[in-house]
């Protein structure tokens, strides 16, 4: 019976990534998605241990749901690279006032706020952005271009109010939220 360690197989490579994408949608507060994902999950987990437990003398199956896991983890990690749900905020800390780099992260339409700040040698300008997290990398072009010492520090936003960033178009918008806190054009 190759079909049971093919099914398994298959199961776990869909089980494992909607793990990832319910457990990304409740960290980022989406309950109802996150519930809906965990209804389809636990149908495919309840399908897969039922075919593994039929049968504990077939190690067929139990390798094939071991190694599912292993390679769902995987897949659900690219997933979720790939959609780059929610926003991160960017620091960027520069040795002088770089009016370049942040006309050009504004006419890319990041926000961009900039502060002073003493550093250990000299006086240093910190710039204080928000974006989606699926523009980071365009970001870390802009900044590594225009000033490739700057020291960059990203972490991830859960909630914010008020401020303003630029909407642009998105491919995506099932994951994303319809009513969100802060000035968009």
């Not at 990304?24 to 519930?35: D, I, N, P, T, W």
């Not at 929610?86 to 502060?115: C, M």
């Not at 870390?140 to 020291?151: K, Q, R, S, T």
Request: hydrophobic content about 45%.
């Amino acid at each position: 019976m190759l079909w049971q360690p093919i099914l398994i197989l298959g199961a776990q490579l869909l089980y494992v990534p909607l793990v990832v994408l319910r457990t990304l949608m409740m960290v980022k507060g989406e309950k109802e998605r996150s519930a809906l994902f965990a209804t389809v999950e636990g149908g495919v987990h309840v399908i897969s241990l039922s075919i593994v437990f039929s049968d504990l003398s077939n190690y067929f199956n139990m390798v094939a749901y071991s190694l599912g896991f292993g390679l769902g983890m995987y897949l659900g990690s690219i997933v979720e690279e790939k959609l780059a749900i929610g926003y991160v905020s960017l620091q960027v800390n520069t040795s002088f006032h770089h009016k370049p780099l942040i006309e050009r992260l504004r006419d890319a339409d990041f926000s961009v706020a900039l502060t002073t700040v003493e550093g250990i040698e000299s006086i240093r300008v910190r710039l204080d952005c928000t974006a989606r997290r699926d523009r980071e990398h365009e970001f870390m072009a802009i900044v590594n271009e225009c000033d490739p010492n700057a020291f960059v520090v990203s972490f991830e936003t859960r909630n914010f109010q008020g401020g303003y960033i630029k909407k642009k178009s998105s491919k995506r918008t099932w994951f994303r939220r319809e009513s969100q806190t802060l000035t968009e054009e």
